[in-house]
């Protein structure tokens, strides 16, 4: 379970207020997965950053039971000039998991071939998401936190990271973030609609996602 108590975060760009979280509070339930919906801007990445605690808050608390994964799919905490292989074992230490293990499994699903053993900063982006999703899949964390992990790839490796991610979803839970809502259809037991600051969760995933539709056709009518 995550919660979060009364949770504000604001930014100011070009001059402009743009407010993230205006004293939200909300609870993410256990061993459920939770999608977060929400116009682009809207601030969904910045709270899974929040969530996962490398971004603060400007006021209020976030309480999490058991363990948080930073956002799947995250690729900016590996290091350049290492290979896939050796950033995948530095982060099984951090972690404690066993190196050999997490090794094998990353290996096997990246599908990254040579380049496993090759520097990173050589990877394309999709590479380095493959192999960002095949280091927090291979890790077992009680919540994942996920952002468009499995827009990454062709239709065989999609395939490949929605059957991971179930399985790893009959033991833990998940946040995610998705612009697809056939995905978020699949995926989701609950969703929530992040909208000016304000958070509004949903029992229903139907639900959500007509709300957040209508909210996208009035913006899109107001803007044109």
């Not at 059957?163 to 259809?185: D, L, N, Q, Y």
């Amino acid at each position: 379970m995550i919660e979060l108590r009364d949770l504000c975060k604001t930014f100011i760009l070009h001059g402009r207020r743009k407010v993230v979280a205006d004293h939200i509070n909300a609870v993410f339930p256990t061993n459920r997965t939770v999608a977060i919906l929400g116009r682009n801007g809207a601030g969904k990445s910045t709270l899974l950053r929040m969530l996962s605690g490398s971004m603060d808050p400007d006021s209020g608390r976030i309480v999490a039971q058991g363990t948080v994964s930073w956002p799947v799919g995250f690729a900016g905490s590996f290091h350049g000039e290492l290979s896939g292989l050796q950033n995948t074992r530095f982060i099984a230490r951090v972690y404690g998991v066993d190196t050999d293990e997490l090794a094998a499994f990353v290996e096997e699903f990246a599908e990254l071939g040579d380049h496993f053993n090759l520097p990173v900063r050589t990877y394309s982006s999709g590479m380095r998401s493959r192999l960002a999703f095949g280091v927090s899949m291979g890790i077992h964390f009680d919540t994942y936190l996920v952002d468009e992990v499995t827009a990454v790839g062709d239709a065989s490796f999609n395939a490949k990271s929605d059957a991971v991610f179930k399985e790893r979803m009959k033991t833990s839970g998940a946040i995610m973030v998705s612009h697809s809502m056939p995905k978020v259809r699949q995926l989701a037991d609950h969703a929530a609609i992040l909208e000016d600051g304000q958070f509004t969760f949903y029992e229903d995933v139907e639900a959500a996602i007509h709300d957040h539709s209508e909210l996208v056709r009035a913006h899109k009518a107001k803007a044109g």
